[in-house]
């Protein structure tokens, strides 16, 4: 895990989805899904929280959030932003989405884990944590998963510090597990590929294309093209 710790400790998480309009696609696709799923009343547990980014986003709308991350630097920002806020119910703590112990079973509602997969390499690693997942929700609660297309990771060049996988795989896997798989979704799609025309979108062209994304995301070819992919899971 440090190689991990240390890739990030040189990357800047804080601003990765906002910084441009092909990274913005993702952010506002898998908020747009996850708004059917998540209210003021849900008690969410986020791991792999990055600098919170989600965290933030459903705490402002009245959610409890726990974020947990296993980068210092990132949880160092969330606090940092925690401090300037108020009112918001968040607690924040370093910690590896392999171990969640320190929860109680059927603690949490929803579960986010939009980060922990990118960097799971063995079978047995993504098992443990999608395990660890299901332990702390509620019957019925809600798995929201992210995972790197393993096609698309190799298209853009394999990254040692990723993992890909591919999406018969990941549904598999969760309904080995008793979830069953709700939604499956390509978070950006064909976005990263033609990035730079992305970028030069207008606010008003940018929404259109992003409802165009939407309209598509669920498909089987969408899913198989895209870099980033988001699956929702239910506990039974």
């Known amino acids: 895990m440090n190689n991990i710790k240390e890739y990030y400790m040189g990357y800047d998480e804080e601003n990765r ?21 998540i209210n003021k009343n849900s008690r969410i547990l986020d791991i792999g929280a990055g600098t919170g980014r989600y965290t933030f986003f459903y705490a402002n709308k009245g959610a409890s959030v726990f974020s947990m991350d296993l980068v210092e630097k990132h949880v160092e920002i969330i606090e940092d932003k925690l401090n300037k806020s108020r009112g918001l119910k968040i607690k924040v703590e ?9 929860f109680a ?5 929803t579960v986010l884990c939009m980060g922990p997969l990118y ?28 995972y790197i297309n393993k096609r698309a990771l190799m298209e853009f060049g394999e990254n ?33 590929k ?5 970028n030069e979108l207008s606010e008003k062209q940018y929404k259109r294309w992003l409802d165009f994304h939407i309209e598509m995301y669920n498909s089987k070819a969408a899913i ?10 239910e506990k039974v």
């Open 17 to 37: 989805l906002n910084k441009d309009n092909a990274h913005r696609v993702e952010f506002d696709t898998t908020i747009h899904l996850l708004n059917r799923y």
């Open 94 to 102: 370093q910690g590896d989405a392999l171990d969640l112990s320190r």
């Open 105 to 109: 079973d059927g603690e949490f509602s």
């Open 119 to 146: 960097h799971l390499h063995e079978q047995e690693q993504h098992m443990k944590c999608l395990n660890e997942c299901r332990r702390v929700l509620q019957p019925n609660g809600i798995l929201a998963v992210a």
């Open 160 to 192: 040692p510090h990723f993992v890909g996988l591919e999406s018969d795989y990941m549904e598999a896997i969760l309904n080995g597990m008793d979830f069953r798989v709700r939604e499956h979704i390509a978070t950006d799609g064909v976005t990263p």
């Open 194 to 198: 033609i990035g730079r025309l992305v």
């Open 224 to 233: 198989e093209n895209t870099l980033h992919a988001l699956i929702i899971a």
